[in-house]
């Protein structure tokens, strides 16, 4: 017999199981907050946990992800048992921990074949089938073990041990997990028994010599390593332009120079005749010929130099010659340069401004991570500063771990969601790769949008759970009806709740009709008036009824006001707001009704209770169709979830609104503003004479 955790908020689904799991045979054992169920698992541990998401306080999932985070209910099977129904949910389900995820409604055939199969993965040696490993062989239905025809005698403890060793195994058990797995975690013993066990165990193997299929592990260690490559870059390879001409200049730069030694040389020949020193003044002049174009050619080369040395925003040197040419081909291409350079700054900066205007968070990061550049976006995203920051390691100044860890990645192909740095919004990030070892950030504020898709799934949950869940609980008594044999007690317990969820699901349709109708329906009229003392009347017999004397109701003794519209829809709105009051406030507490004139005209009526009240977090979505302010859609209080909804939508198609005071712990403040067009003010007799004629 297994011992099974239910837990569920709503009785009658909750009742639908135990009456199922006890009839095949299991124990069963109830909890109906994530506050029971925890006590409930530190007392004794469960075989199994059957377990709803939306509990009050804590839910579910929180509960499943606590549970799995302790090492003494790590290895405890959940299954979740819920309305949510989409595949994000189940797919949060299962990563929170639970071991199988079913929807409601369900079939209680198809939940008890699901424990079953749990029960089986969980608890392999309560089957009876033989465990062969290697030459050995356990027999759990004669608790005999064997190899070949020779017989192992074991102790009672050492044959669950055993078992246990056969069933898991090429795996490393701590004491801890075997004293858990094998005495129970209800058992407290000294984990070093667990020691003595085994040595008994390898004892008792040893003459068929099968002691060394069990090992003992100790200290066991891994490593781990951290590879970098470093940040290289490779200047791009500028292509110097080819000449053709320039062969051409350096034979004439020669032709030149052979013909200052040639003219030089002719002229000291002639000079030195006179002397008998003709030779000598030949290379005289020659070296003076060579000379004098070397001394030209230093005088322009060094212009040229100095003028490349300066910033080269004057025009070169303008010589003849080799040099003279050497300059106006540098300048010009010095020019051409500046002329790109130009041209490629100008759309950098166009780039860069349209980056700038992107609505999108763009962070260009360099090979070592380091910030080249990010527009305002993604330092508003980021908490950056633009040019203080630029080459700084972008995980010295974002520390978001979802960030960092997506850095380490390669590239991202999903997006990653994270919190900004000052927790204001939510930031969508993809991370990537381009060029050499460069990367690309871009971050999203997609708050509105997972806002929109949390209201979204919030309220399909809850429809669903609305609606799913008295079906839940009349498709399962009338399977267990049929299936079961169960006694006279249980089936009329089986057919009183089964009246209950029928009921339940009639008062919805009701109130969902309700909804439709005023969404399609014309404006109220502005010509018939609906007297509030009728109003109140009414409301105060429905609310002194549900109270039953367990509360102080205060209506306005006398009202002569009157309010143009419809008379079914304002009365619906009144009575669902005191309603509301008197459900949650305590036993001895107080609902008032008042109605004032303000001084723009307008009427306001307001319902105030001493009730429980709710935190201002929730009041922007209390209007909100099946909202609910505790997390477990509990029925203890009655209602749909539906009331301040239809609330809003009538005073809205009477040109009002709704104006809501709360306080978790002293109570709230309903006001219906009315405005001064549809407010009538009548005098004693014509509101009497208006109650005749309505009463007739």
């Given at each position: 017999m297994s011992r099974v955790l239910v837990v569920e908020d709503e009785p009658a689904i909750a009742e639908l199981m135990a009456i199922n799991l006890r009839h095949a045979g299991h124990e069963v054992v109830m909890a109906s907050t994530a506050e029971q169920a925890l006590l409930q698992v530190d007392q004794v541990l469960p075989d199994l946990v059957v377990l709803d998401w939306m509990l009050p306080g804590q839910s579910g999932l929180a509960l499943a992800k606590r549970w799995r985070s302790q090492s003494r209910t790590r290895e405890l099977p959940i299954i979740m048992l819920t309305a949510r129904a989409e595949e994000p949910d189940k797919i949060a389900g299962l990563d929170a921990g639970a071991d199988d995820y079913l929807t409601k409604p369900f079939s209680t055939n198809e939940l008890m074949a699901r424990i079953r199969a749990v029960l089986r993965r969980k608890a392999p040696d309560a089957l009876d089938s033989a465990v062969e490993v290697g030459m050995l062989r356990l027999d759990p239905a004669t608790r005999r073990v064997s190899r070949d025809t020779q017989e192992v005698r074991l102790g009672p403890t050492e044959f669950r041990l055993l078992h246990f060793f056969m069933t898991h195994p090429e795996r490393v058990h701590s004491r801890s997990q075997l004293l858990d797995r094998v005495w129970g975690d209800h058992v407290f013993i000294e984990e070093r028994t667990v020691d003595v066990h085994v040595k008994r165990l390898r004892e008792a193997l040893s003459p068929?010599?099968?002691?060394?299929?069990?090992?003992?592990?100790?200290?066991?260690?891994?490593?781990?390593?951290?590879?970098?490559?470093?940040?290289?870059?490779?200047?791009?390879?500028?292509?110097?332009?080819?000449?053709?001409?320039?062969?051409?200049?350096?034979?004439?730069?020669?032709?030149?120079?052979?013909?200052?030694m040639v003219v030089g040389a002719s002229l000291g020949y002639w000079s030195g005749g006179p002397v008998h020193a003709s030779l000598i003044a030949a290379v005289l002049g020659g070296a003076v010929g060579v000379g004098?174009?070397?001394?030209?050619?230093?005088?322009?080369?060094?212009?040229?130099?100095?003028?490349?040395?300066?910033?080269?925003?004057?025009a070169a040197p303008r010589d003849t010659g080799f040099w003279?040419?050497?300059?106006?081909?540098?300048?010009?291409?010095?020019?051409?340069?500046?002329?790109?350079?130009?041209?490629?700054?100008?759309?950098?900066?166009?780039?860069?401004?349209?980056?700038?205007?992107?609505?999108?968070?763009?962070?260009?990061?360099?090979?070592?991570?380091?910030?080249?550049?990010?527009?305002?976006?993604?330092a508003d995203h980021f908490g950056l500063d633009p040019e203080r920051?630029?080459?700084?390691?972008?995980?010295?100044?974002?520390?978001?771990?979802?960030?960092?860890?997506?850095?380490?990645?390669?590239?991202?192909?999903?997006?990653?969601?994270?919190?900004?740095?000052?927790?204001?919004?939510?930031?969508?990030?993809?991370?990537?790769?381009?060029?050499?070892?460069?990367?690309?950030?871009?971050?999203?504020d997609v708050t509105q949008r997972e806002r929109a898709d949390a209201m979204r799934r919030d309220f399909v949950a809850n429809v669903s759970h609305e609606i799913r869940s008295p079906l839940t609980v009349v498709a399962g008594f009338i399977e267990t009806l049929s299936s079961l044999p169960l006694s006279e007690v249980e089936r009329k317990r089986v057919l009183m709740l089964m009246g209950q969820q029928a009921q339940r699901m009639q008062t919805l349709v009701g109130d969902l009709l309700i909804l439709a109708q005023l969404e399609g329906s014309p404006l109220p009229p502005s010509d018939r008036c609906v007297p509030l003392a009728k109003l109140f009347g009414q409301s105060k017999a429905d609310a002194v009824a549900l109270s039953s004397g367990r509360h102080t109701v205060r209506f306005p003794e006398e009202c002569a006001a009157q309010i143009a519209g419809n008379e079914s829809e304002l009365l619906s709105a009144l009575t669902n707001l005191v309603n509301n009051a008197v459900r949650y406030t305590p036993e001895g507490g107080r609902v008032t009704v008042s109605w004032r004139t303000r001084d723009d005209g307008s009427g306001e009526v307001s319902v105030a209770d001493t009730g429980i009240g709710v935190d201002r977090e929730h009041i922007p979505r209390l209007t909100e169709r099946f909202y609910?302010?505790?997390?477990?859609?509990?029925?203890?209080?009655?209602?749909?979830?539906?009331?301040?909804?239809?609330?809003?939508?009538?005073?809205?198609?009477?040109?009002?609104?709704?104006?809501?005071?709360?306080?978790?712990?002293?109570?709230?403040?309903?006001?219906?503003?009315?405005?001064?067009?549809?407010?009538?003010?009548?005098?004693?007799?014509?509101?009497?004479?208006?109650?005749?004629?309505?009463?007739?």
């Open positions: 068929v010599s099968c002691a060394g299929m069990i090992e003992t592990v100790r200290g066991p260690a891994t490593a781990s390593h951290t590879s970098s490559s470093p940040w290289r870059h490779d200047p791009d390879a500028h292509a110097v332009e080819v000449e053709r001409s320039a062969m051409s200049w350096l034979f004439s730069r020669f032709l030149a120079g052979a013909l200052a004098t174009i070397s001394a030209i050619d230093t005088v322009r080369g060094y212009r040229l130099i100095r003028w490349l040395a300066g910033s080269q925003e004057d003279g040419e050497i300059g106006y081909r540098v300048e010009r291409s010095i020019r051409s340069r500046e002329r790109g350079t130009a041209q490629e700054r100008l759309r950098l900066a166009q780039f860069l401004s349209a980056m700038e205007a992107s609505p999108n968070g763009i962070l260009l990061l360099d090979a070592n991570d380091q910030i080249h550049w990010c527009n305002s976006v993604a920051d630029r080459m700084q390691p972008v995980t010295n100044l974002v520390r978001a771990p979802g960030f960092v860890a997506a850095l380490h990645l390669p590239s991202t192909t999903e997006a990653v969601l994270v919190p900004d740095v000052r927790g204001r919004c939510t930031l969508s990030i993809v991370i990537r790769a381009y060029g050499e070892g460069l990367r690309l950030v871009l971050s999203q609910r302010v505790d997390g477990s859609r509990s029925r203890d209080t009655g209602g749909t979830g539906l009331g301040l909804s239809i609330v809003k939508h009538v005073v809205q198609r009477h040109g009002g609104e709704l104006e809501i005071q709360s306080e978790a712990g002293k109570g709230s403040r309903f006001s219906l503003i009315l405005p001064a067009a549809r407010v009538r003010m009548a005098g004693p007799g014509v509101a009497g004479a208006n109650e005749q004629r309505s009463v007739a």
